[in-house]
Every structure is written in structure tokens, then in C-alpha cells.
């Protein structure tokens, strides 16, 4: 895996918005993510912000980031909180609350998209607090991701492509298939020396086309666990994995066969939360703090994975499923796509 650490992990913005001042930024750019990296850096970073939502509107919500270029948002404490200071923070990419997911999609998404046609393993991630647009922005770029495979496939007669799919959601500890309702909400995940992470029984399907394959991502979309919080009416209340595998094989005229098998991750995580701003309790509030919990350890797996020695073993907690978010999509993974999404209100 050839992957180097984003610099100030994406929660850190939350909790630290005062942590990095622009003066500093161009004197060590390595602190935050983005910047002057090396050219074998394989971890994308960007933050989208979205729009404020009516209710946010009518209630005159501060607008707590701001972004000032192409890779730098601020974040300016609303007039109640003046012992905190402003600060700003670099990416690869950030876009505005008027940006469109085209734009999102096209300006580093795509390039690691489309390297799972080349065979090489990819992972698009969606990271933010709850209602902040994840699952919005998740969807809009697997339909653009979807067409562009497509496209290629049909600008590419010479080779012969097979797509299968799988869907399962991570809720309250528990491995789920989207695909397959009859087979319980606690599949095991085992470890292959092969594969490396695998889970057991989730159903693979092969897609025929482009259209079918769009009807099995929606089949995942609508079994997915939604529940309404104070944030967000149909919140995901799961960490959900779609992963594309994609193989192509062409004949040589010598007769040997030139084949690529990749597979292509899109995860939607569920929301990092506090509960004061959700107002949960019940269930909810059960879901939030196992959300909570897996996210924290996702965090620390992907540094473990991003620093230091990357090809070695890194050790995951067996107890938790939610874990294994990492460990089923690192496998292999040579290109990752890391967005960060935020409201632009202030999360506190
Ligand atoms: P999350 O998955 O992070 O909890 P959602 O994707 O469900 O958040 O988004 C919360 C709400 O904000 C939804 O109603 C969604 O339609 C809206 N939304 C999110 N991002 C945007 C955007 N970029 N432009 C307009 N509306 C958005
Ligand atoms: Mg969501």
C-alpha cells in the first residue's frame, strides 16, 4: 500500500478549528493535508461544504468555514465564542457550499475511480459529521463513477469486462448484506490469507449492464438503516460499503491472455455526532455512540496504515465490526480518495 499520511486527520477540524494559522501553513506544509506532498502520495484529501439547509436559513445560523481558495478553509468563531481564533486549513481540494458534485467528482475522484479499470484497488470515503452531506455527495459521485466506467467499457471493445457488486451496512456493531435480506444481520468477517478480510456469505452479484448495476446500488440505497435525528430527518445511521469488482481480460494475438481485477470501494460512513446537537436518547443515542466508537477506531487504523511501515500487518481490535471498515477496504489498496464533508455551520 502505498500510502502516506494525511497530516491533521479530517476530525480534527471539529475539535481544533484554531490549530493551524495561515502564516504557518506555507512554512510547513506537511501539517495539514494537501500542500507540497510527494508525487507517490496516494491519499487524496478534499472538504466539500454544503449549503446551509432552510431551517439553518430561518434560524440565522453563524457560517462557521469559509473557503478563501482552492485549498484553504477558515474557520471564523461566531461573535459569542471570541476566545477562539480563527484558523485555516489546507487540502488537497476544497469546494464551496455553491459547488456542484460534478465538479467534486471530476477534480480527483474520477482519476482514482477510474484506476480500478487499470486494476488497481481504490477507495472513495465520505467523512463528516452527521447531516453535513455525506450521503448526498456519496451518491451523486458513484452515479458519475458508474457512467465513466460504462463509458470506458463501450470506448474499450478490445477487452472483455465483468462488474459484480456487493453492499453490506456496519449498524450497531453488525455486519449486514444489502443484497440479501435473508441472510441474518450479523454476518461473520473472517480473515483469508488471500483476500485478506472477508465477509462471510455477502452475495456478490454481476452486473449486466449499466442500468442493472445502478438497480443494485439503489436496492443498497433503500435497505440502508436511516433514523431521524435533531440534524438530519433520514440520517444514516450505518456505515455503508459498496464495493465494485472489476475484472477485464484481453486476447493477445500470441493467445495469452492480459487480465486486471480491482475492486472499487465507495464507503459512506455514518456521521460523527455529539448528542447534545442531536438531541438523542434511546436508540439513538446507543447507534451515536457506537458511531462514535468505530469512527475513533477507524481514525487510528488509518494512521497506523498511512505512517511509518506500510507494508507490514497492522493490528485491528477483533471486537469490533465496525473496524473492519479498514481492514476490508485496505486490502491491497493502492489508491484512496479521502473526502472530508462539512456543513458549513459550526459543530459544537
Ligand atoms: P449526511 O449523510 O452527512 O448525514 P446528507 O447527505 O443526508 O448528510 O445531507 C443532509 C441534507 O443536506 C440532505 O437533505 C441533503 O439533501 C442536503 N445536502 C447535502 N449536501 C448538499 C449540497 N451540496 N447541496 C444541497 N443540499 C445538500
Ligand atoms: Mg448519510
Known amino acids: 500500500m502505498t500510502v ?19 502564516t504557518k501553513i506555507d512554512k510547513t506544509p506537511v501539517a495539514t493535508p494537501g500542500g507540497n506532498r510527494p ?21 440565522k445560523d453563524h457560517v462557521a468555514w469559509e473557503c478563501i481558495d482552492d485549498h484553504t478553509i ?12 480563527q484558523g485555516s486549513f489546507t487540502f488537497d481540494k476544497v469546494f464551496g457550499p455553491d459547488s456542484l458534485t460534478e465538479s467534486v467528482y471530476e477534480d480527483g475522484v474520477k482519476n482514482v475511480a477510474l484506476s480500478a479499470l487499470m486494476g488497481i484497488n481504490a477507495t472513495i470515503f465520505a467523512y463528516g ?20 466506467i460504462f463509458t470506458h467499457i463501450m470506448n474499450t471493445p478490445e477487452r472483455d469486462f465483468r462488474i459484480k457488486i456487493s453492499g453490506l451496512e456496519i449498524y450497531n456493531e453488525n455486519v449486514r448484506d444489502l443484497l440479501n435480506s435473508e441472510s441474518g444481520r450479523n454476518l461473520k468477517l473472517l480473515d483469508d490469507p488471500e483476500k485478506g478480510t472477508v465477509v462471510e456469505k455477502l452475495v456478490e452479484e454481476a452486473a449486466n449492464d449499466d442500468q442493472h448495476l445502478r438497480h443494485l446500488i439503489n436496492i443498497c440505497d433503500s435497505q440502508r438503516q436511516v433514523g431521524e435525528t435533531a440534524l438530519n430527518d433520514t440520517s444514516s445511521r450505518s456505515h455503508q460499503i459498496i464495493r ?17 481485477v480491482a475492486s472499487l470501494n465507495f464507503v459512506d460512513l455514518a456521521g460523527s455526532e455529539r448528542a447534545s446537537q442531536t438531541n438523542a436518547d434511546g436508540a439513538r443515542l446507543r ?7 468505530s469512527l475513533m477506531t477507524l481514525t487510528t487504523v488509518i494512521r497506523k496504515l498511512s505512517v511509518g511501515k506500510r507494508s507490514g500487518h497492522v493490528p485491528v481490535p477483533r471486537l469490533e465490526a465496525h473496524t ?16 472530508h464533508i462539512e456543513s458549513s455551520i459550526k459543530s459544537c
Not at 244 to 260: A, C, D, K, P, Q
Not at 287 to 293: A, P, V, Y
Open 244 to 260: 465494485l469488482t472489476i475484472e477485464s481480460t484481453l486476447r493477445e494475438n500470441s493467445g495469452t491472455v492480459r487480465s486486471y
Open 287 to 293: 447507534e451515536g455512540c457506537h458511531i462514535n466508537l
Open 129 to 148: 459529521q452527521t447531516s453535513s452531506g455525506k450521503t448526498y455527495t456519496m451518491r451523486g459521485i458513484t452515479e458519475k463513477a458508474v457512467n465513466d
Open 4 to 22: 502516506k499520511a494525511p497530516g491533521t486527520p479530517a476530525t480534527k477540524i471539529d475539535k481544533t478549528p484554531v490549530g493551524t494559522p495561515t
Open 39 to 59: 508525487r507517490e502520495e496516494k491519499i487524496m484529501v478534499t472538504v466539500r461544504l454544503r449549503p446551509l439547509n432552510k431551517k439553518e436559513q430561518s434560524s
Open 324 to 339: 473492519h471498515i479498514a481492514a476490508f477496504t485496505r486490502r491491497k489498496c493502492t489508491d484512496c480518495h479521502h473526502m
Open 74 to 85: 477558515v474557520y471564523k468563531p461566531s461573535l459569542r465564542e471570541r476566545a477562539a481564533q
